[in-house]
């Protein structure tokens, strides 16, 4: 493989909720309402964006423990299940934390997204935001 | 909003294939099969993936062309439709260019995944492997 050299992002925005701490698998996130608030240079960057439904939400999982990195883990916690590889799971232990997850899109207000169903802690980064198209991000 | 500090990522593997140049957005990427070679550190990581018919590819668009970035752009370059705002779109010229896509996994050789339909460049960095989970990754 040849040499890679580091890639550099800038967040572009923040997350704001009410869920502080790292939930088990179990909490449901469905019904979590939070505002995406983008810096302010953003703004325009959101027009027209309230002609979907969804949106897939792209964020550093800045606050996992910190740990060891597993190549085998269990999927959800699930120990019923036996351990998957790591890149066969959405664990939050992974090389490049980068979260992603598909939420509702409620209400727009400029630079600020009010999102449903987003698995992010209060204060969570935000690297990007994408339509969800149903052609394009669904299996055929 | 608080201010942020730059994130930094290093690439877990590249992308193999056979398409050099940016193509436009006619251009038909699904039946394209690619190689993405993980780091062989990661080798473990891919255990038990090919459970998963499809997978969502993180990768760094590390070559759209050198130019400002635009707030509004025509979605998938086309004019018919008016311009939207860059988040509204999925244009690669974005403040952070991650790019995401569904693809359906074909093969799995240790380090290496065959997979079909993703629509990057050859020698693409590769940022995240993650599983694509019906239930989470598509509107209920």
Redesign the interface.
């Given at each position: 493989?040849?040499k890679?050299?580091?890639?550099?992002?800038?967040?572009?925005?923040?997350i704001h909720n009410d869920v502080e701490d790292s939930r088990d698998a179990s909490f449901d996130w469905s019904p979590v309402i939070s505002n995406i608030?983008?810096?302010?240079r953003?703004t325009?960057?959101?027009?027209?964006?309230d002609?979907?439904?969804?949106l897939?939400i792209?964020f550093?999982m800045d606050r996992p423990e910190k740990k060891q990195l597993q190549?085998?883990v269990y999927p959800r916690g699930d120990k019923s299940l036996g351990?998957?590889?790591?890149?066969?799971?959405?664990s939050p232990h992974?090389?490049?934390p980068?979260g992603?997850k598909?939420a509702?899109l409620i209400e727009v207000h400029g630079n600020v997204l009010i999102v449903k169903g987003l698995d992010a802690l209060n204060?969570t980064?935000v690297?990007?935001?994408?339509?969800?198209?149903p052609g394009?991000?669904?299996?055929i």
């Open positions: 493989m040849t890679q050299r580091n890639i550099i992002l800038k967040p572009i925005g923040v608030e983008l810096d302010e953003y325009l960057y959101t027009h027209g964006i002609q979907h439904s969804h897939l792209l550093w190549p085998l351990k998957a590889g790591l890149f066969a799971t959405r992974r090389p490049n980068v992603l598909l509702e204060n980064p690297i990007d935001i994408k339509p969800y198209l394009y991000d669904s299996p």
